[in-house]
Structure formats: C-alpha cells, structure tokens
C-alpha cells in the first residue's frame, strides 16, 4: 500500500520559517504531480501548492512568493518551505499524490494523502 509520511511541522512565530518534507514510500511518484493542501478548524481543505514530475509547480495566491515546493526524486520526497509565516497559514498541512502527471488544484484530484502535520504560527 501506498504511504506519504509529512514531517517538519510545528509552533513558530510570525515571520518564522519550516520546511515540511513528504516522504513516498514508492518510487513510481517521481512521474506523477504532488501537491501540499492544508485545512484549518472549520474549513474546507485548501490547495497551497503542487509540483509536476519534471519541477514545474503552482502557488496559491495566499502562499505565492513565501513558500517553494521542490522535489528530489532519488529520495522520493517532496519538500515545502515556508517562509515569513503568518498567523493565517496556522493549518494541518497534507500532503498529496495524483495518479496522474498533470497539476491539479482540486483535492478530489489526488488519489493518496499523508496523515497531515500541524503547523502553527503565534502572532
């Protein structure tokens, strides 16, 4: 069966940095689309971020210009770093694997999600 593990969440403060990390535990995801969402209390789960097999990615407006989303196949492990972190961006962060290669912003996109790591950010 198909696992994604996150890593690296925790509580900062405003204007801090993390580097979340989402460990696949098959190879066969390095030619597919990743993606990070998050979700906080009481709302909908919210697309942050996707990444294509050849690097090529996508931002929400909210996380543009603050947060990069990478790739390094040989460890089959996405990355998101987030910088300048806001009260706002306080969330459970998931990642997210496609069955396909192209980017998707729709949760209902993606076929397999880790368990989520919490991320929060004091003002």
């Known amino acids: 069966q198909v696992q994604l593990v996150e890593s690296g969440g925790g509580l900062v403060q405003t204007g801090d940095s993390l580097r979340l990390s989402c460990a696949a535990s098959e190879g066969t995801f390095s030619s597919k689309a990743m993606a990070w969402f998050r979700q906080a209390p009481g709302q909908e789960r919210e697309f942050v971020a996707a990444?294509?097999?050849?690097?090529?990615?996508t931002y929400s407006r909210s996380v543009q210009g603050r947060f990069t989303i990478s790739r390094d196949t040989a460890k089959n492990t996405v990355y998101l770093q987030m910088n300048s972190l806001k009260p706002e961006d306080t969330a459970v962060y998931y990642c997210a694997a496609s069955s396909g290669v192209r980017i998707e912003t729709l949760p209902s996109r993606y076929d397999y999600w880790g368990q989520g790591t919490q991320v929060t950010v004091s003002s």
């Open positions: 990444i294509a097999w050849f690097g090529g990615a």
